[in-house]
């Protein structure tokens, strides 16, 4: 069964705190995004790669970095946490051919005290 | 703006009745479309999916859509649902085939024994 781990299912950090949310998938997919989901606002994307080293913006990536090192793992890095950014955050990777969607991780919630 | 669009975030039901959730977008040229579904405390799971052919697809658990070329829109529908519909779904849109989903705001469907 393909899968896309999200290493932590609830976190909890402080205002300014660095924050790491770690995903790696076991598919040799291409591409991986990071998405955020907050009640009555759906997903929204924060970041995408295509390709190792490879990083594009989303529609909200203010606050937010990612790294790729690896075609499998692909990190979301909060520089400074604040409490805005207290959301259930989502990764997801996909094949290059588009026909197949996206296979989702479980999610982490996040909570910025 | 591109969007997607879902109405009625909020949706209350009987079992056995029918249910209807609309999705429309505003994307130009080709658009592959796809439905998730978010079941109480689990992660996003694909229902089904349009790219081509019959614009009447058929998903898992009774679930179908029908696209509109005309009407930008991709409505989901099952005849009779139960009690285990509850979840949240979401409709998204990848334009040009691009491997980047838009999502909708989802709808939060609720379905009494």
């Known amino acids: 069964d393909v899968k896309v781990t999200q290493s932590s299912r609830y976190l909890v950090k402080r205002t300014g705190e660095k924050v790491f949310l770690e995903c790696v998938q076991d598919?040799?997919?291409?591409?991986m995004f990071w998405y955020r989901q907050d009640p009555g606002l759906g997903l929204r994307l924060i970041y995408f790669?295509?390709?190792?080293?490879?990083?594009e913006k989303g529609d909200i990536p203010e606050g937010y970095s990612v790294s790729r090192e690896k075609k499998e793992r692909f990190s979301l890095i909060l520089e400074s946490a604040s409490t805005n950014q207290t959301s259930m955050y989502l990764c997801?990777?996909?094949?290059?051919?588009?026909?197949?969607?996206?296979?989702f991780g479980s999610g982490t919630r996040l909570t910025v005290v | 703006a591109q969007s997607v669009s879902q109405h009625n975030h909020h949706v209350i039901l009987s079992e056995a009745a029918s249910l209807e959730l609309g999705c429309n977008y505003s994307y130009g040229g080709t658009v592959n479309l796809f439905w998730y579904v978010q079941y109480p405390g689990q992660h996003l799971q694909l229902l089904l999916k349009y790219f081509s052919g019959d614009p009447l697809v058929k998903g898992i658990k009774g679930f179908e859509a029908e696209f509109i070329k005309s009407k930008f829109s991709f409505n989901l529908r099952k005849p009779s649902v139960q009690w285990s519909d509850t979840a949240e779904y979401f409709c998204a849109v990848n334009p040009g085939g691009n491997n980047r989903l838009a999502f909708g705001k989802g709808n939060q469907v609720v379905v009494i024994p």
């Open positions: 997801a990777s996909s094949a290059t051919d588009s026909n197949y969607g996206y296979t």
């Open positions: 790669s295509y390709d190792v080293k490879m990083k």
């Open positions: 598919m040799d997919h291409e591409n």
